[in-house]
């Protein structure tokens, strides 16, 4: 078996060994129930509130603004049922959005909500709709860097908008949260979701901000824990473990972006000097510092992927919790990338363990391989001139 290189930081991130060690042993002497009222439930309830202030700190938001979930997933669906309370209105957002929002909005349909999925450029970015808005307009979700593209959308539009238009606006920040600068209170939404493991962090642990004044609808019903706002028992060593792999991506935001980037650039240069026809989608848009999304023009991005799996290159189609579906990219499509072309994608995210040594040696199997399946596609092949 060959040595593994890990090409889907995106999908998600080892943790950090700093960060296992300090849950191992917090799982130790924080054992405590944070809702009990004796030593060992205080001593947990001041990491639990220690933990939350933190967090709080590093993304921009007030402690009572910050309620712990299982995950991104939850995080996002309690944003979108939570802004969505009241009468049926029409929800505005964008084709491509992660499945954990995309399937809360087609439950909003079976409520009776009109959902308006607006366009975006050839890059992805959306295409901000102009005043006035319909008067239906409660609710925008918004995908704020995009998993597979990693495409980092404008808020200041929204921003503009939402002043002349008294919308609810919920941000998946699921990969912007320890790529990209996050203050929650400068982006103006008024809820904002992220999961621990996409910063190395540990997994079963995630944080939905919701803006004071806006009270979140439980989805789960028992006791009274997260301000009555999210029933069970809070996993205190996670929640440590999450803030403490927060502030280093935070603390180390620029040193980190600047190997990610170094990382990317290296591996997409190599491979358009390689494995032409290439593409590379989003290429002059703003994305995130790690992720890289090719069409090999000719390759089936299935038949490439398992390819790459053999040689020990972990990449992949898009989102992982769209793993299973056979249907092309939804936000290529919408991006009006041909048929050939969104089937011949493949999505690749750097971290910051990767090594020089690593890309080249990724750039050179993954050449190879598309250059064999080229030759085993030769009579599909049309290359336009």
Not at 49 to 68: C, H, K, N, Q, Y
Not at 275 to 291: F, K, S
Request: with cysteine.
């Amino acid at each position: 078996m060959p040595p593994l290189i890990d090409l889907d930081h995106n999908a998600t991130t080892a943790i950090a060994p700093e960060v296992a060690d300090l849950i191992a042993r917090e799982s130790i002497e924080s054992y405590g129930n944070p809702g009990s009222r004796h030593a060992l439930g205080r001593a947990a309830r001041r990491k639990l509130e220690d933990s939350r202030e933190l967090i709080a700190t590093l993304i921009g938001a007030f402690p009572d603004e910050v309620i712990f979930t299982s995950g991104g997933t939850e995080a996002n669906n309690q944003a979108i049922f939570s802004l969505a309370k009241g009468p049926p209105g029409t929800l505005l957002t964008s084709p491509g959005e992660h499945p954990a929002c995309q399937a809360a909005c087609d439950q909003l349909l079976l409520r009776g909500w009109k959902v308006t999925r607006l366009p975006v450029d050839h890059t992805g970015r959306v295409v901000v709709p102009s005043l006035p808005l319909s008067t239906e307009t409660r609710l925008v979700s918004l995908l704020w860097a995009h998993n597979e593209t990693g495409v980092v959308q404008e808020l200041n539009p929204w921003q503009q908008l939402a002043q002349s238009h008294p919308f609810l606006w919920h941000l998946d920040a699921v990969q912007a949260v320890g790529k990209w600068p996050v203050n929650f209170h400068a982006t103006g939404a008024t809820s904002l979701a992220f999961g621990a493991h996409k910063f190395h962090g540990p997994r079963g642990i995630g944080v939905l901000c919701m803006r004071r004044g806006v009270t979140p609808l439980p989805m789960l019903h028992g006791g009274h824990q997260e301000m009555g706002f999210r029933a069970g028992t809070e996993p205190v060593p996670l929640i440590i473990g999450m803030a403490r792999a927060l502030e280093l991506a935070v603390t180390c935001l620029a040193e980190r972006t600047a190997i990610m980037e170094q990382r990317r650039s290296q591996l997409e240069a190599a491979l358009l000097a390689s494995c032409q026809p290439a593409i590379v989608h989003a290429q002059d848009a703003p994305r995130l510092p790690n992720t890289l999304n090719m069409a090999f023009i000719g390759v089936p991005g299935e038949a490439l992927l398992m390819k790459l799996d053999l040689a020990g290159i972990c990449c992949s189609l898009g989102s992982a919790c769209a793993s299973g579906s056979s249907e092309p990219s939804p936000i290529l499509v919408a991006m009006g990338c041909p048929a050939d072309v969104t089937s011949s994608s493949l999505r690749m995210s750097v971290g910051i363990d990767n090594t020089p040594e690593e890309i080249t040696l990724a750039a050179h199997l993954i050449a190879i391989a598309v250059k064999e399946l080229r030759q085993s596609e030769a009579p599909l092949l049309t290359v336009a001139p």
